[in-house]
Each structure stands twice: as C-alpha cells, then as structure tokens.
C-alpha cells in the first residue's frame, strides 16, 4: 500500500537510487512469522470483517494468482488488518543484518526477519494490469512474492 501511494515524482537527484515513484519490492513469504492462530483462522477461511476492503492492494501484485496458489494458507494473512500490522523497517540491504542483530540483542524485539528487498520499478504494467495510486497516477504491479 506504501508503494502505490507514493507521490514523489522523482525528486531525489541520485544517480545510485531509482526516485522513489520507481521503486518495488520483493517479498518473502516463506520470511514472514504467521501467528498459529491466524494460519488456522486462514485454513478455516475465517477473516476479518475488514479483509474484503484490503484485498484491493493485491492489485500491485505481479504473481498474485500463483502467490495465493503457492500459499493459499498464508498469502491471504498478508491483507488481514489483524495481522498485517507488524513493525516493517527499511534498511539499506548492507546494513540490514546488522540492524537486525543489533534489534535482537536490544531485548524490545523477540524476532526478527527480512522479508524481502526494495527494487527499482520501471513503471510498465504486466499482464495489462495497473492499479492507481494518489493524484489518480498509474502505478503497475509493484510487488512480487517470492516463490
């Protein structure tokens, strides 16, 4: 949701990163830690009553037909807002391990994870599908699970 609704038009002047309305990510859902109680919720097709009105974000989801085939159990955890909401932080990936052992050996986190990786998003659309972000922009399939 985060990636569809950035406005930036591209003001970041450095050559080494994509301006920031041409990023995507990768994500790995076999990273992701599932609470047992959802996964059994999920293998009972039992949501929130809020899911429906967050399943429009799987739009930006390039694989979201073989995601949800790969892991019918746990890719629908993904836009439950019971669950969605863990704590994401976006590190460079250099720094990544070690802000994660540094989280750890603070005692506040009990487990950490990385998920997936920020990548540069050329604007196309795949499959002829694009979902709109703000200002009514055409943002393309931005995310893609890791199979």
């Not at 990636?3 to 970041?12: I, R, Y």
């Not at 041409?22 to 790995?28: F, M, P, Q, S, Y």
């Not at 739009?59 to 439950?80: F, G, I, M, T």
């Not at 005692?107 to 050329?122: C, W, Y």
């Amino acid at each position: 949701e985060m990636l569809m609704a950035n406005d930036d038009e591209g003001d970041n002047k450095s050559d080494q990163q994509p301006p920031l309305d041409r990023i995507g990510a990768v994500l790995d859902i076999q990273a992701f830690s599932f609470l047992q109680g959802g996964l059994e919720a999920s293998r009972n097709n039992i949501y929130s009553s809020l899911q429906p009105s967050n399943l429009h974000n799987r739009r930006a989801v390039s694989n979201h037909k073989q995601a949800y085939e790969s892991y019918p159990v746990e890719y629908p955890l993904l836009y439950d807002p019971q669950t969605a909401g863990g704590l994401l932080f976006f590190v460079d990936a250099e720094y990544a391990p070690t802000f994660q052992q540094d989280l750890l050996a603070s005692g506040l986190f009990p487990s950490t994870a990385i998920v997936g990786e920020v990548v540069a998003f050329d604007g196309t659309c795949e499959n002829g599908l694009c979902t709109i972000a703000s200002g009514n922009k055409m943002t393309g399939e931005r995310i893609r699970i890791q199979l």
